[in-house]
C-alpha cells in the first residue's frame, strides 16, 4: 500500500518555565505532580494539521514547552511500535481505540493518572490506565435526497450489499481510519456469531456496488454532492458540516448502530520528556480543551461535561450505538483488512 508522506510542525518559541514559577498559568501546569517540565515535547498524531496547530499554541502558552507534532495518518501504529525501544516521541494523540489497545499488549505504552479520566466512561479507556479517550467519532451512512428518497434510501449497513445500490456508493478506502473501523465493526457482526464467511461475502458484494474509493474525504463528499452516486458513510461531524455548507445530504441512524469511534490520546514507554507528556494528556483531555475542540473543530467530547458546552447538535445527537468489541477488532483488523485490500476490493475504483 502507498505510503502517505509525514509531515512534521514545530510550533512556538523557547520558553522554558517550571512548575514552581507558573502560578499564574493555568491548571495544566499543577498536575504535573510538582516536577519541572522538559522544554519540548514530540507527539506523533492523526488529526488535521488545523487542529493541531491550536492544541500546540495553547498548551505552549500554558506552559512555555515547545510542541512538534508529526502527523502519520495510516503509519501511526506502525511507527510507535518501531521505535518501541528507542521512542523518538513522547505522546500519542489520535487513532482509533482499536489501534490503541492492539498497542496496548505490545507494551509501548505508559500508565498516566490525569484527573479527568475518572469521569470517563469505561468505553472510553483502559482499564489499566494506558489510553484515554477524548474524542468519540459516530461513523453513519448518509445520502443525497436529491437522488433518493426516504423510502428508496438504506435503512441498515445490509442494504448496502443488495443489488439496488449498484453503482450507487462511494466509501472511503481502507487507508482512512474511520474506513477501516468500519469495515471492520461490518465483518465483526458476522464474526461474533461464527459467520465470518458470510461476512466476507457480504464484503464483497458491497465492492460490486461500490462506484468509487476515494484516499480524499472532501473528494468523496464531491462526488454525493455532484450526484456521481447517492450513498456513502462519514463521520458525523464531516456530513453535519458538509450538510450545513449546502449539499442535500439525510443521515441514516442504522437499525443495527453505527460504529462509534473513540480517538485516544497515550503516554509513550521510556519517552524523554516525561513531565511534558503528562501535562500535555492532563491538558488535551480537560474539560475546558475537549469542548473548544469541539466548538472550534466539531470533535465531540467524550466527557459529558464538556458535551454540556458543545456545539447543540452534539448535545441532541441521537443515534444507536453498534455493538463492537474493539478488543477483538484490535486483534484482528490488520489481517482483515489485508485480506479486504488485497482480494475483496476493487483496486480498479481506487480514486488517489
Not at 479527568?116 to 489510553?131: E, I, N, T
Not at 474493539?326 to 486483534?331: D, H, L, N, P, R
Amino acid at each position: 500500500m502507498r505510503k502517505r508522506k509525514i509531515i512534521s510542525l514545530l510550533i512556538g518559541a523557547s520558553l522554558v518555565l517550571s512548575l514552581t514559577g507558573c502560578s499564574s498559568k493555568s491548571n495544566t501546569n499543577e498536575k504535573s505532580q510538582s516536577k519541572e517540565l522538559e522544554k519540548n515535547l514530540v507527539i506523533y498524531s492523526t488529526h488535521p494539521e488545523d487542529l493541531l496547530e491550536s492544541v500546540a499554541k495553547d498548551f505552549e502558552k500554558e506552559t512555555g514547552v515547545n510542541v512538534e507534532f508529526i502527523n502519520l495518518k495510516g503509519q501511526l501504529a506502525e511507527k510507535v511500535e518501531a521505535e518501541k525501544n528507542d521512542p523518538q516521541a513522547d505522546v500519542m494523540y489520535g487513532g482509533s481505540s482499536a489501534t490503541y489497545l492492539e498497542l496496548e499488549n505490545k507494551d509501548v505504552f505508559e500508565k498516566t493518572q490525569p484527573s479527568w479520566a475518572k469521569d470517563l466512561d469505561p468505553l472510553f479507556k483502559s482499564k489499566d490506565g494506558l489510553w484515554y479517550g477524548t474524542i468519540q467519532t459516530p461513523v453513519m451512512m448518509f445520502y443525497n435526497s436529491e437522488m433518493l428518497s426516504k423510502d428508496q434510501a438504506p435503512k441498515d449497513w445490509s442494504d448496502l450489499a443488495n443489488e439496488r445500490f449498484k453503482d450507487k456508493l462511494v466509501f472511503r478506502n481502507a487507508g482512512s481510519s474511520s474506513a477501516k473501523a468500519t469495515y471492520s465493526s461490518l465483518l465483526y457482526q458476522y464474526d461474533k456469531v461464527g459467520k465470518l464467511d458470510e461476512g466476507w461475502k457480504y464484503m464483497k458484494d458491497l465492492d460490486k456496488n461500490t462506484k468509487k474509493y476515494y484516499e480524499s474525504g472532501s473528494l468523496q463528499f464531491q462526488a454525493i454532492g455532484r450526484k456521481e452516486a447517492a450513498v456513502s458513510f462519514a463521520v458525523l461531524s464531516s456530513i453535519i458540516e458538509n450538510k450545513n455548507n449546502g449539499l442535500p445530504l439525510e443521515i441514516v441512524n442504522a437499525e443495527s448502530g453505527s460504529p462509534v469511534i473513540t480517538d485516544g490520546v497515550a503516554k509513550i514507554k521510556n519517552c524523554k520528556n516525561p513531565n511534558a507528556a503528562n501535562a500535555f494528556i492532563e491538558y488535551v483531555g480537560s474539560v475546558k480543551t475537549q469542548a473548544k475542540l469541539a466548538n472550534e473543530f466539531d470533535r465531540m467530547p467524550t466527557l459529558k461535561a464538556a458535551i454540556e458546552k458543545s456545539p447543540k447538535w452534539m448535545q441532541d445527537a441521537n443515534y444507536k450505538v453498534m455493538d463492537v468489541d474493539w478488543s477483538v477488532i484490535a486483534k484482528n483488523q490488520g489481517a482483515w483488512m489485508q485480506k479486504w485490500d488485497l482480494e475483496i476490493k476493487d483496486s480498479n475504483k481506487e480514486v488517489k
